[in-house]
Structures are given as C-alpha cells and as structure tokens.
C-alpha cells in the first residue's frame, strides 16, 4: 500500500556551512592542523526541509538568502529535492548565512552559525506562504524569534499543527507559543529553556513535565544523543533508545530526527512509532558527514530496520 504524502511547510533558516575535519579541536591559543574542508549545504530550516523531502513529504520552504553565490547554490540545492522554493527569497542588504562547524574525530562537532539573511525573514513572508493548505508546520529557533511567534500563530488561526524544533539553545519564552503539537528539543536546549539537566532518564521526565508546562504542547520529545529520546505525553513518559552505530559526524542529526519523527506521525498518528523511525533516521545521519548529505531517504530508513529485524 502507498503511503500518502503529507504537506508540509518549512519556516526556517538556510545556511552554507563551512566543515573543518581534525582530530580534536585546538586549546585556547594553539594553531593545529585540521584534515581537511569543504562547504555543505545547511541551516536547520533547510536540513528539516530536506529531510523531510527525502523522507517522502511534499514541502515549501519560507527563508532568506543573500545576493550572492552562496544563496544561489543553496536555493537550486533544495529544488533538486522538489522543494518549492518560491517562498525563499533573496534580501539584498545581507550575506547568506554560514555555519563554521568544527568535526572531531570522534564525530563530536562544534559549531558556529554567521545568520546573516536569516535574520531578514518578515511577517509577510510567512503570510504567503500560509495561503496554501498543509498537514503540518515545523519551524525552529535558528530565525527571528519574533517570527516564529508569528509562524505558530498563523498555523493556529488555521488548525494546522505545529512542530517547534528549539534549537539553537537560547532563552525563548514558550508561553508566546501555546497549542505546539510537538516539541522537540535536546538537552542543552532544554537547559536553556526550563533550566533542568537531562542526564538520565529521571531528569528528562522532570524537564519534559517542566516543558509541557510552560508551553502547553501536546507532546514533548527530548533528543538525548546516544541515549535515544524521551517522550512525554499527557503525563506519562517513556524513554525510546537509540540505535548503536559508529558516528562519523552528528551534524543534522536532530534535523533528521524532527523531519522524521513529523512526516511519520502524520501518516501514522502514533507518535511512538514516530520516534523509533526518527531514532533511525538520526542514527543514519551520524554515520555520514555533512549536513544534507548526511539526510537518510524513506527506502534508506526501511533498509536498516529490516536489517536489525525491526518493524517501523
């Protein structure tokens, strides 16, 4: 049986990203030798966007690039994934955004994000691209916040379900966005945003209730990296694990895993089975470098359940 394609409408950012591979990252004044660098495709907007695409929804984009070559490449990148790109537009005071991301042997990655014409998205932007029906938005912390304000009360107003992925970590009061049907941060974002660790188990229970509250979502699911991820609904919590893989780069992973555990749901309605199948897709992710490069498709994520025998 075909699995039907949900519509889905990407509000977020966009970035070229600048990958440094070395064996560690240097100390406070020391110059090292790194391996190598290339530039990757990026943005968490345009990562959810992607994988989202591979995995098999129909998406529209809404960002900002600049005027320059940076823009242009990123742009005719998300098209060759048939993602509309009419709602990505050019701002011609800002440089396109970019993201320095530093990858340790270890597959660890620091990373620091230039926002550049991110920073350019307006009301109106969004306003066009809400006169087109979806199944769901999802948005994240990577743009003004003041739009994604706007961008959860748009989708509100029309009963379209909204899926905040909060990243990157920073203070965001989530009173300003009641009614989320999904929240999906990781463990530093969730210290950022209720001031709770989520070491264990224990921990991320206490944070996700904290979490609930403050934002009145529907469900919260916290990205715990190789712990795998908990999920909170109505009061009742269970910690999903994450599959054991060899990490090459754990860029985008959290990208992967929101895109999938969205598209998932919306063709399923349980969202248990949603994170397992984005514990997957994460779990493919890490073993790849780079950001979209790295985003698994639908038949890839099929291919490595059926070889652990488990049924997604």
Do not use: W
């Not at 990407?10 to 064996?23: A, F, Y």
């Amino acid at each position: 049986m075909m699995e039907r394609t949900p519509a889905i409408l990407v509000v977020g950012s966009i970035n070229m990203d600048l990958v440094l591979q070395t064996e560690r990252a240097p100390l406070a004044g020391e110059s090292f030798i790194g391996r190598e660098y290339g530039y990757v495709p990026g943005g968490k907007g345009a990562n959810q966007a992607v994988a989202a695409a591979r995995l098999g929804a129909d998406v529209t984009f809404v960002g900002k690039i600049g005027a320059d070559a940076h823009g242009t490449k990123l742009k005719e990148r998300l098209q060759e994934q048939g993602i509309s790109t009419e709602s990505l537009t050019v701002d011609q005071g800002s440089q396109t955004g970019l993201a320095v991301i530093m990858v340790e042997a270890s597959g660890q990655n620091r990373i620091i994000v230039y926002p550049g014409a991110n920073m350019a998205i307006g009301e109106r932007d969004v306003e066009r691209a809400f006169e087109r029906p979806y199944d769901a938005v999802m948005t994240n912390l990577e743009i003004p916040q003041p739009i994604v304000v706007e961008v959860c009360r748009r989708a509100r107003e029309k009963g379209i379900p909204v899926v905040l992925d909060a990243g990157p970590a920073q203070p965001f009061d989530l009173g300003q966005v009641p009614g989320l049907e999904i929240l999906t941060p990781n463990e530093t974002e969730t210290l950022a945003l209720v001031g709770r660790e989520c070491g264990t188990a224990e921990e991320a229970e206490a944070a996700a209730q904290a979490l609930a509250a403050a934002s009145g979502a529907r469900f919260v699911v916290i990205k715990m990296g190789r712990q795998g991820a908990l999920l909170y609904d109505e009061g009742t919590a269970r910690l999903l694990p994450a599959f054991d893989v060899e990490a090459v780069d754990t860029t985008a992973a959290g990208d992967a895993f929101t895109a999938a555990v969205t598209v998932h749901y919306l063709r399923h309605g349980d969202l248990a089975r949603a994170v397992q199948y984005a514990n997957a897709a994460g779990a493919l992710a890490v073993t790849r470098l780079g950001a979209q490069p790295s985003l698994p498709t639908a038949d890839e994520v099929k291919q490595f359940a059926r070889e652990r025998d488990i049924d997604l």
